[in-house]
């Protein structure tokens, strides 16, 4: 995973869809304002970066912010824990806390995989 020191040095970045960064602090690390992104491209996101938690980087792509979307396998394997229940959405990036592994979904429903980022593979099946 690559590290920036601060929301400026990412936004400076050139980087592919599908890395996990994150940053130190918000203007100066250590400032509480760090965070972790995943970089999509700008079509995978979707719609318009805010520019203070979703940032546009200097080729276009663009740094979901992760900070809010957070879960353990426990939830994650839950199929109604509110992970799974709540607007959930094909392509929905989670940080899953217990593995320290950005998983993806596969569907729209409850009962829809979670999947590696990286590789595909499954990681979790909500049962």
């Known amino acids: 995973m690559k590290i920036f020191t601060n929301k400026a ?3 400076a970045a050139t980087l592919t869809a599908g890395q996990l960064v994150e ?3 918000y203007t100066t690390a250590g400032d509480g304002g760090g965070a972790r992104y995943l970089i999509q491209t700008a079509a995978e996101f979707g719609g318009t970066p ?3 938690n979703d940032l ?3 080729n276009g792509s663009v740094a979901k912010d ?3 979307q957070t879960a353990t396998t426990v939830q994650l394997a839950d199929v109604a824990d509110a992970i799974n ?3 959930k959405t094909t392509g929905q990036a989670v940080f899953n806390t217990t593995t320290s592994k950005l998983v993806v979904s596969a569907g729209e429903t409850a009962a829809a ?3 590696n980022s ?3 593979a499954t990681e979790h099946t909500p049962a």
């Open 9 to 11: 040095a990412l936004v």
């Open 118 to 120: 990286g590789t595909g």
């Open 50 to 52: 805010d520019e203070k």
């Open 85 to 87: 229940t709540g607007r």
């Open 66 to 68: 992760l900070r809010q």
């Open 56 to 58: 546009t980087l200097a």
């Open 23 to 25: 940053t130190k602090g």
């Open 113 to 115: 995989l979670w999947v």
